[in-house]
T-cell receptor, first 114, second 116 residues
Framework: AQSVTQLDSHVSVSEGTPVLLRCNYS??????LFWYVQHPNKGLQLLLK??????LVKGINGFEAEFKKSETSFHLTKPSAHMSDAAEYFC????????????FGTGTRLQVFP | GAVVSQHPSRVICKSGTSVKIECRSL??????MFWYRQFPKQSLMLMAT?????????EQGVEKDKFLINHASLTLSTLTVTSAHPEDSSFYIC????????????FGPGTRLTVL
């Protein structure tokens, strides 16, 4: 069965320092992987997606993620955190072979301190 | 582009009443729309998938008679919570996709339902 595991429920960083949000996936097929961000009381916004093209994916707002098949990981990184990055982040896998369901991870809350 | 709206953004209702939530794709035709439920500080759980003009497909454990979904047009899907109870209080989020080949869903801002 397909699933995603977000290894940290909370991550705290200082403004200007790097961000690392970890995600591991399980999939029997070649998956599509996404990172979404959810700001308080707002809808989900797509940060980036991997769909079997380049393994290093660049997204919006300076975020990027690397698909590592050998490690079944899709970690999200940003070189320098900004206060506005504080939000909930979801790693998501899409079952691309037979269905288009999205399976969400449990989320990681990112706090950014001044 | 690819904007999805939901209405209302917040609704409070009495136990036993029914509540309708609308999900609209504003600038594209959505062949498929999805309804999710998010409990406080938890992840999104898919409730059902609806295709325009056909019956919705519900996930296991979701009561189809309680959560009525209608996808009458390519730009509108509605979720009706019938005979709502306090345990139905939650954040309901819809998403829309315009083409199976374009594997991306666009999410609405969500509707917070509180049942008293």
């Amino acid at each position: 069965a397909q699933s995603v595991t977000q290894l940290d429920s909370h991550v705290s960083v200082s403004e200007g320092t790097p961000v690392l949000l970890r995600c591991n996936y399980s999939s029997s097929y070649s998956p599509s992987l996404f990172w979404y961000v959810q700001h308080p009381n707002k809808g989900l916004q797509l940060l980036l997606k991997y769909t079997s093209a380049a393994t290093l994916v660049k997204g919006i707002n300076g975020f990027e993620a690397e698909f590592k098949k050998s490690e079944t990981s899709f970690h999200l990184t940003k070189p320098s955190a900004h206060m506005s990055d504080a939000a909930e982040y979801f790693c998501v896998v899409s079952l691309t072979l037979f269905t288009d369901k999205l399976i969400f991870g449990t989320g990681t809350r990112l706090q950014v301190f001044p | 582009g690819a904007v999805v709206s939901q209405h209302p953004s917040r609704v409070i209702c009495k136990s036993g009443t029914s509540v309708k939530i609308e999900c609209r794709s504003l600038d594209f035709q959505a062949t498929t729309m999805f309804w999710y439920r998010q409990f406080p500080k938890q992840s999104l759980m898919l409730m059902a998938t609806s295709n325009e003009g056909s019956k919705a497909t519900y996930e296991q454990g979701v009561e189809k008679d309680k959560f009525l979904i209608n996808h009458a047009s390519l730009t509108l899907s509605t979720l009706t919570v019938t005979s709502a109870h306090p345990e139905d209080s939650s954040f309901y989020i819809c998403s829309a996709r315009w083409d199976l080949a374009y594997n991306e869903q666009f999410f609405g801002p969500g509707t917070r339902l509180t049942v008293l």
